[in-house]
C-alpha cells in the first residue's frame, strides 16, 4: 500500500497533473492553427465565410477560439468558458468548415475528421474537468 503523500499513491495529483496535460496539450496545438492563421491569413476560414453567406469579417472570430482561448487555458485563467469557446470553435470548424465530411470514415476504419473531433472532444472534456491546481486561476475559483 502506498502513503497518499507520495507521488504514486496521491490521486488529487495524478488528477491535477492530469488536467494540465489535457488542457495545455490540445490549447497548444490549436494555438499552432491560431499563429499559422495570424502569419498568414484566414485561408480555407475565409472559404467558408463565403460558401456560407456571411461576411469574411465574421472569419476573424477565429483568433478567439484559435489564440485567446487556448492561450487563456495554458495559463489556467478562466479556463472552463476558455475550453468551452475551444469547443464551439472546434464544433463549428467540423459543420461549417467540412459540412459533407463530419462522418466519413476513411478505408482504414477512422473518421476522415477524426483530430477534429479529438479536439472538440478533448476541449470539452477540459471545460467540464476545469484547470486543477496548477493554473493561473487555482482550482477553486468558479470558472477555473
Not at 491535477?16 to 484566414?42: E, F, P, T
Not at 485561408?43 to 489564440?67: F, K, Q, S, T, W
Not at 459543420?95 to 472538440?120: I, K, S, Y
Amino acid at each position: 500500500m502506498t502513503p497518499r503523500g507520495s507521488l504514486l499513491g496521491d490521486r488529487e495529483l495524478h488528477a491535477d497533473l492530469g488536467k494540465l496535460l489535457l488542457r495545455v496539450s490540445v490549447a497548444g496545438l490549436i494555438l499552432l492553427h491560431g499563429i499559422a492563421k495570424m502569419r498568414h491569413g484566414l485561408g480555407d476560414v475565409a472559404d467558408a465565410m463565403v460558401r456560407l453567406h456571411l461576411p469574411v469579417a465574421v472569419g476573424n472570430l477565429i483568433y478567439i477560439g484559435e489564440v485567446l482561448a487556448p492561450l487563456m487555458m495554458i495559463v489556467g485563467f478562466w479556463t472552463r468558458p476558455a475550453a468551452a469557446v475551444l469547443t464551439a470553435t472546434m464544433l463549428v470548424a467540423l459543420v461549417a468548415g467540412h459540412p459533407r465530411d463530419v462522418f466519413v470514415m476513411t478505408d482504414h476504419g477512422g473518421l476522415l475528421l477524426e483530430v477534429q473531433w479529438m479536439f472538440m472532444l478533448a476541449a470539452a472534456a477540459s471545460a467540464l474537468l476545469g484547470a486543477g491546481r496548477f493554473s493561473l486561476g487555482g482550482r477553486d475559483s468558479r470558472w477555473n
